[in-house]
C-alpha cells in the first residue's frame, strides 16, 4: 500500500461547480501537506500548501487537513476550464527534504 | 534565469545507451531535487542536493543512476545502460529552504525520456 492514496479519477464537471479532491495518507509523522497542479506537459505548480491541521482558503481555493483521520482535501469553487489539468497532494515530514506525492486526480472542467 | 530549465526535452534512447539530463536550478536556490513521474502517477523521489553535497539518494532505483552537482549550481542526472523502464518524465526542482515552507518547490517542465 502506498503511503500517500489519491483517486486518479478522471473526474468531469461543467464550469462553474464545486470541485472536491481528496487524499488520504498513512505516515503520522506527514507534516505539511500540498496541492500541486499540473498542465500537460509541464512541471507541477505549488497550488496551496498547510501546516499541520486546519483550514487554508486562497481566492477560489481551498484547502483542509484532518490529521486525526488522515485525509486532506482541495476544494475548488467556480471552477473555469483553465483549472482542467492534474491535480497532485504532496506531503513530507518535519525534517524531510523530500516530498511523497499522490498519484494524481486528471480533472476537466467542461465550457 | 526566471525557472527552473531542463534539458533536453525530449530523449529518446535505444535500450542500453547511456543518457545524461541537465538541470539548471533558480538562481540562489541551495537544494535541488530529482523525481522520476511515470505515465499516469505522481512523481517519485530519486535524490536530493543541498549546494554540492548529495544528501539523500535513497531514491535513485539502481546502481545505473548516478546524479551530480560538481559545483552547487547545474545538476546531470545520468542513467547508465538504459532499459524500457527507465521511461518516464524526470523533473528537476529547486528550493530556498524547507520544501513545506511557504515556497515549496519551484519544478522544471522536465526531460520526456523513452527507452526503445
Known amino acids: 500500500q502506498k503511503e500517500v492514496e489519491q483517486d486518479p479519477g478522471p473526474l468531469s464537471v461543467p464550469e462553474g461547480a464545486i470541485v472536491s479532491l481528496n487524499c488520504t495518507y498513512s505516515?503520522?509523522?506527514?507534516?505539511?501537506f500540498m496541492w500541486y497542479r499540473q498542465y500537460s506537459r509541464k512541471g507541477p505548480e505549488l497550488l496551496m500548501y498547510?501546516?499541520?491541521?486546519g483550514n487554508k482558503e486562497d481566492g477560489r481555493f481551498t484547502a483542509q487537513v484532518d490529521k486525526s483521520s488522515k485525509y486532506i482535501s482541495l476544494f475548488i469553487r467556480d471552477s473555469q476550464p483553465s483549472d482542467s489539468a492534474t491535480y497532485l497532494c504532496?506531503?513530507?515530514?518535519?525534517?524531510?527534504?523530500?516530498?511523497?506525492f499522490g498519484q494524481g486526480t486528471r480533472l476537466t472542467i467542461n465550457p | 534565469g526566471a525557472g527552473v530549465s531542463q534539458s533536453p526535452r525530449y530523449k529518446v534512447a535505444k535500450r542500453g545507451q547511456d543518457v545524461a539530463l541537465r538541470c539548471d536550478p533558480i538562481?540562489?536556490?541551495?537544494?535541488l531535487f530529482w523525481y522520476q513521474q511515470a505515465l499516469g502517477q505522481g512523481p517519485e523521489f530519486l535524490t536530493y542536493?543541498?549546494?554540492?553535497?548529495?544528501?539523500?539518494k535513497s531514491g535513485l532505483p539502481s546502481d545505473r543512476f548516478f546524479a551530480e552537482r560538481p559545483e552547487g549550481s547545474v545538476s546531470t542526472l545520468k542513467i547508465q545502460r538504459t532499459q524500457q523502464e527507465d521511461s518516464a518524465v524526470y523533473l528537476c526542482?529547486?528550493?530556498?529552504?524547507?520544501?513545506?515552507?511557504?515556497?515549496?518547490?519551484?519544478f522544471g517542465s522536465g526531460t520526456r525520456l523513452t527507452v526503445v
Open positions: 526542482a529547486s528550493s530556498l529552504e524547507h520544501p513545506g515552507g511557504p515556497y515549496g518547490y519551484t
Open positions: 505516515n503520522s509523522a506527514f507534516q505539511y
Open positions: 498547510t501546516y499541520s491541521s
Open positions: 542536493f543541498q549546494n554540492e553535497a548529495q544528501l539523500d
Open positions: 538562481s540562489g536556490h541551495v537544494s
Open positions: 504532496a506531503m513530507s515530514a518535519t525534517g524531510a527534504q523530500k516530498l511523497v
